[in-house]
């Protein structure tokens, strides 16, 4: 499975935009990029994901470089409530090994008042 | 209705018992998991179930053995407790598709503490 690489921890003002950066530079062609996070003391939730094209959902937009090796998570509109660790998961397969979510440390965003 | 259920959310037992975790989810999904996040924060993958069958183990020790009644429902047991099995532990349930994606819906965790 592909190693994907986030910072630690970042912040962001509560209104602006969170631009969480993901390094998945040894992708291959039949892998997706996903994006789950966890709020405090609450199981992970899924966000978004994609495979080459950029993708948007009400929660999130995910952009993902033209070679595929690396994305980032927007959240156009942070709030309070969107404090939490967020994961960039890179995974693919057949369906019986597709599950098997690799969780790294995340990035742990704090988006402040 | 909330999508994947674990019963109980607060587990506090004394090393040696035996104890169980329950899982229900009511999304239709064929496929279930167990994972498991430690003081750590690491979140690991313990078991998948596709259709009650066993399909991912990782490595687990034998003490823990998931049961599948039924595709709804994973249930955990774990065997003579160890310091070490403190823990939450994840249930989750996804809908996968042979070459697509495969998106993963938690439960809202089980917080084990072994004295």
């Known amino acids: 499975d592909a190693k994907t690489t986030q910072p630690p921890s970042m912040d962001c003002a509560e209104g602006r935009a969170a631009n969480l950066p993901c390094n998945h530079s040894?992708?291959?062609?039949?892998?997706?990029v996903y994006w789950y996070r966890q709020i405090h003391s609450q199981g992970p939730q899924y966000i978004i994901h994609?495979?080459?094209n950029n993708e948007t959902n009400e929660m999130a937009s995910l952009i993902i470089t033209e070679d595929r090796k690396s994305s980032t998570l927007i959240l156009p509109h942070a709030t309070l409530r969107d404090t939490a660790v967020y994961y960039c998961?890179?995974?693919?397969?057949?369906?019986?090994?597709?599950?098997?979510?690799?969780f790294g440390q995340g990035t742990t965003l704090q988006v402040k008042p | 209705d909330t999508a994947v259920s674990q019963t109980p959310k607060y587990l506090v037992t004394q090393m040696g018992n035996d104890k169980s975790i329950k899982c229900e989810q009511n999304?239709?999904?064929?496929?279930m998991y167990w994972y498991k996040q430690d003081s750590k924060k690491f979140l690991k993958i313990m078991f998948s179930?596709?259709?009650?069958?066993?399909?991912i183990n990782e490595t687990v020790p034998n003490r823990f053995s998931p049961k599948s009644p039924d595709k709804a429902h994973l249930n955990l047991h774990i065997n003579s407790l160890e310091l070490g099995d403190s823990a939450v532990y994840f249930c989750?349930?996804?809908?996968?598709?042979?070459?697509?994606?495969?998106?993963?819906?938690f439960g809202a965790g089980s917080r084990l503490t072994v004295l």
């Open positions: 040894t992708i291959s062609g039949n892998e997706y």
């Open positions: 998961i890179v995974r693919g397969g057949s369906s019986s090994n597709t599950g098997k979510l690799i």
């Open positions: 994609g495979l080459k």
């Open positions: 179930y596709n259709n009650k069958e066993l399909i």
């Open positions: 989750a349930s996804s809908q996968g598709s042979p070459a697509g994606a495969n998106v993963l819906t």
């Open positions: 999304l239709g999904h064929d496929t």
